[in-house]
T-cell receptor, first 114, second 118 residues
Framework: ETGVTQTPRHLVMGMTNKKSLKCEQH?????MYWYKQSAKKPLELMFV???????ENNSVPSRFSPECPNSSHLFLHLHTLQPEDSALYLC?????????????FGSGTRLTVV | AQTVTQSQPEMSVQEAETVTLSCTYD???????LFWYKQPPSRQMILVIR??????QNATENRFSVNFQKAAKSFSLKISDSQLGDAAMYFC???????????????FGQGTILTVHP
């Protein structure tokens, strides 16, 4: 356990469902990130929050909606997803967006859209 | 934009032997950081080693060391005395230290699957 906790670990949802992914860290970090990891593709940065403010939205479709109520929690709200959205969604945190150290990652949520 | 390339989709090594994973990157910046991450089947990305671009000395962490060639934009990872627990997907990553739109973002390569044979 690295200090970044993601729930649920697995999620199967229909295309008409609404669900949320949760990420929590108590490392005192101020920046949090969502990445999408698909098979045979590099990790794709989706969103960046720095001190609770969204500083990056990497052209992510609106069916993905992030929320960062405080520096310790990050959510990814999902609705009307497509089968191609099936992937591993990784959350990460760092001291700040500009910190010289790498990120601390969670174990991810394996999402399957049926 | 920066890009990171790992040209070896898969590598294998015998236990106790040495293996080198390759990584190249493309950037016009002079100040940045490079990382190797390990992702075992548990899916958790674990930081293996970190290199600051302004340091000429190659980073080492126990059995893990890097060969950082700044002019060639190359950053390979050497694993010595390989162990079964080293089996995982390994990702090379780049992080800008300069200002601008890329500031702080971690860009990953495609990954290399490492198999360790007993």
């Amino acid at each position: 356990e690295t200090g970044v906790t993601q729930t649920p670990r697995h999620l199967v949802m229909g295309m008409t469902n609404k669900k949320s992914l949760k990420c929590e860290q108590h490392l005192g970090h101020n920046a949090m990130y969502w990445y999408k990891q698909s098979a045979k593709k590099p990790l794709e940065l989706m969103f960046v929050y720095n001190f609770k403010e969204q500083t990056e939205n990497n052209s992510v479709p609106s069916r993905f909606s992030p929320e960062c109520p405080n520096s310790s929690h990050l959510f990814l709200h999902l609705h009307t997803l497509q089968p191609e959205d099936s992937a591993l969604y990784l959350c990460a945190s760092s001291h700040s967006q500009g910190a010289s150290y790498g990120y601390t990652f969670g174990s991810g949520t394996r999402l399957t859209v049926v | 934009a920066q890009t990171v390339t790992q040209s070896q989709p898969e590598m294998s090594v015998q236990e106790a032997e040495t293996v080198t994973l390759s990584c190249t990157y493309d950037t016009s910046e002079s100040d940045y950081y490079l990382f190797w991450y390990k992702q075992p089947p548990s899916r958790q990305m674990i930081l293996v080693i970190r290199q600051e671009a302004y340091k000429q000395q190659n980073a080492t962490e126990n059995r893990f060391s890097v060969n950082f060639q700044k002019a060639a934009k190359s950053f390979s990872l050497k694993i010595s005395d390989s162990q079964l627990g080293d089996a995982a997907m390994y990702f090379c990553a780049y992080r800008s230290a300069s200002g601008g739109t890329s500031y702080g973002k971690l860009t990953f390569g495609q990954g290399t699957i490492l198999t360790v044979h007993p």
